[in-house]
């Protein structure tokens, strides 16, 4: 299968978390009503006010648009959303709706964006279980860069890849084969979902084929400095974005890094 025929089926695929999300819009609107920002310390120190810098925020693979809207009630003047899934960008349109938000959305292919926003976004914001969907890296990293405005920058918040080797069930850090490689370059076919992210008992009875990849930080961070961006700052955390080792003591979980940031921004001129 080539990266066209890999993110159509991930597009399917994703139906069966929209699903899921679905189920959760209403909770999404009170909470996003009552000011709530869903993101992590980390995001929140470096994403910070957006009111003093961020005209307008574009959200890649936003999903049910949960944090899309967080950055508008973070600041920004406008937000738009990216996502590949039809019936996640109706969740987000719902929630923005009830809330009164003019935000855009966007179903597309993250790497067919519309060349509408290019030279258009003070931030690119990005992560929290996106780029495993993504087979071509390089392709991605010229897209943020045609996004960018001179001057704006992209903030990157997602797993680290490093979570890919451990078996997610255990107690503590275990591989979850003994063949696994942080350095696996082959993407991955799977069906149903991690049960710490859709409950089993909401998953689809019938799911889907997926594709997921690793990239190391390595690959991330020179596919965006191929692309013409600039680092500014490269982090890894402890912070969860979502219950990844249910079984794990937190006290363990903590001495691993599980989430990273990337601070980068397109250099003016
Ligand atoms: C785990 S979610 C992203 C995190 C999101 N903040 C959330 O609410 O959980 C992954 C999203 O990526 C989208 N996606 C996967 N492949 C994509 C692609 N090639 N282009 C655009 N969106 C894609 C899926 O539809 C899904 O909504």
Redesign the pocket.
């Known amino acids: 299968m080539n990266t066209h025929e890999m993110?159509a089926s991930?597009?399917r695929a994703?139906d069966e978390?929209a699903a899921h999300y679905e189920t959760e819009t209403q909770a999404d609107i009170e909470f996003l009503r009552a000011g709530g920002k869903n993101f992590c310390a980390p995001e929140l120190a470096y994403l910070g006010d957006l009111a003093q810098w961020c005209g307008r925020a574009i959200h890649l693979?936003?999903?049910?648009g949960?944090?899309t809207l967080s950055l508008w009630n973070l600041g920004a003047q406008t937000v738009v959303g990216?996502?590949?899934?039809a019936r996640?960008l109706a969740c987000a349109a719902a929630k923005a709706q009830a809330l009164g938000v003019p935000a855009q959305w966007y179903c597309s292919?993250?790497?067919n964006t519309s060349h509408d926003l290019d030279a258009t976004a003070d931030l690119v914001y990005t992560g929290?279980?996106?780029l495993c969907?993504?087979m071509d890296l390089n392709a991605w990293a010229q897209v943020i860069a045609r996004l960018l405005k001179p001057g704006g920058k992209l903030y990157v918040f997602d797993g680290h890849p490093l979570d890919w080797l451990w078996d997610g069930a255990s107690t503590h850090y275990r591989f979850e084969a003994d063949t696994v490689s942080y350095f696996q370059r082959e993407p991955v076919s799977s069906l149903g979902w991690a049960v710490g992210y859709i409950p089993v008992e909401k998953q689809a009875k019938q799911p889907e084929a997926k594709w997921e990849r690793q990239w190391t930080l390595g690959d991330i961070v020179n596919a965006l400095l191929a692309a013409g961006l600039r680092l500014l700052r490269l982090e890894e955390h402890p912070d969860r974005y979502w219950d990844i080792f249910p079984n794990m003591p937190p006290e363990l979980q903590d001495r691993l890094p599980h989430t990273f940031s990337l601070w980068m921004d397109k250099p003016a001129g």
């Not at 990216?82 to 899934?85: E, L, P, S």
């Open positions: 993110h991930n597009a994703w978390a693979q936003c999903a049910g949960r944090d990216v996502d590949i899934n996640m292919d993250v790497l929290r279980g996106a969907w993504l």
